[in-house]
T-cell receptor
Framework: EAQVTQNPRYLITVTGKKLTVTCSQNMNHEYMSWYRQDPGLGLRQIYYSMNVEVTDKGDVPEGYKVSRKEKRNFPLILESPSPNQTSLYFC?????????????FGPGTRLTVT | GQNIDQPTEMTATEGAIVQINCTYQTSGFNGLFWYQQHAGEAPTFLSYNVLDGLEEKGRFSSFLSRSKGYSYLLLKELQMKDSASYLCAVSREDSNYQLIWGAGTKLIIKP
């Protein structure tokens, strides 16, 4: 089954404790992206990757890191989480090319930082 | 810059038709997407418009007018399962996969 998986689905942590949210896709997509979703706001892009070893900042990258060592995986790292990073996080992937390509989203990770 | 506006919430009756509008201010873009998001779930793709006009896909249709900076999603024969948020997004001028997202319209269907 074609899918994007994220782990964990729910996480409660404390300020300053490093954490990693994993994302994996099995569709051989070149493009992968991390978003956060907060009430009343649209999805905001954190980081994206066009292919292996190619990553770039989105609109809200502060406080986050990513890596793309393999095509299928795109982990999101919070080195020192703060309460303002409490949010719902989605990983997404798609093909790259001409035309409009739909993005496939993971199930989401609900993060609470106390 | 780019900005997208959608109504925050709409209510409609089961079996009826509803139109969800999306207006955008952007210096240029490639196309416009609509996604559906049920509460607590991931967004799923509904439609993509690049040319002006209406694209029909079953009970759902999407319309785009580039000159007016306007799109709408039309849902016919509403079912209770259509209760969800509907997200409008435009691709950035230089990219089909970098999207600017609206905040979404929460659609409530009543029996």
């Amino acid at each position: 089954e074609a899918q994007v998986t994220q782990n964990p689905r729910y996480l409660i942590t404390v300020t300053g404790k490093k954490l990693t949210v994993t994302c994996s896709q099995n569709m051989n997509h070149e493009y992968m992206s991390w978003y956060r979703q907060d009430p009343g706001l649209g999805l905001r892009q954190i980081y994206y990757s066009m292919n292996v070893e190619v990553t770039d900042k989105g609109d809200v990258p502060e406080g986050y890191k990513v890596s793309r060592k393999e095509k299928r995986n795109f982990p999101l790292i919070l080195e020192s989480p703060s309460p303002n990073q409490t949010s719902l996080y989605f990983c997404a992937s798609s093909f790259i090319g001409q035309g409009g390509y739909e993005q496939y989203f993971g199930p989401g990770t609900r993060l609470t930082v106390t | 810059g780019q900005n997208i506006d959608q109504p925050t919430e709409m209510t409609a009756t089961e079996g009826a038709i509803v139109q969800i509008n999306c207006t955008y201010q952007t210096s240029g873009f490639n196309g416009l997407f609509w996604y559906q998001q049920h509460a607590g779930e991931a967004p799923t793709f509904l439609s993509y418009n690049v040319l002006d006009g209406l694209e029909e896909k079953g009970r759902f249709s999407s319309f785009l007018s580039r000159s007016k900076g306007y799109s709408y999603l039309l849902l016919k024969e509403l079912q209770m399962k259509d209760s969800a948020s509907y997200l409008c997004a435009v691709s950035r001028e230089d990219s089909n996969y970098q999207l600017i997202w609206g905040a979404g319209t929460k659609l409530i269907i009543k029996p």
